[in-house]
């Protein structure tokens, strides 16, 4: 983060989406560079009294996996300062 020099970095995240009746799971996985991965988790349930459009519990359950690997992550960053400074954190917020 710090420096004159300029890098770029990649990592990659898939989405995997599993629909069973009125239930959709889904899975976001971030791979980056070390060869490490963090995984979240969603799920979606259609109301029985609502109308089944799978669109919408793919997108539901897509954004709480994502939600779930992004508080993984800021955990993991927050871990990582406090192992590094050996001083805890006191405010990192999504």
């Known amino acids: 983060m710090t420096g004159t020099g300029r890098r770029t970095k990649t ?5 995997s989406i599993v629909e069973s009746g009125s239930e959709v799971q889904a899975e976001a996985r971030l791979r980056g560079k070390e060869g490490g991965q963090i995984v979240g988790q969603g799920t979606a349930r259609c109301n029985p009294t609502d109308e089944n459009v799978p669109a919408i519990g793919d997108e539901l359950a897509t954004a709480r996996a994502l939600s779930d690997l992004s508080h993984q992550l800021l955990n993991r960053a927050a871990h990582d300062i406090e192992v590094h400074t050996s001083r805890p954190v006191e405010r990192l917020q999504a």
């Open 11 to 15: 990592w990659n995240a898939e989405i």
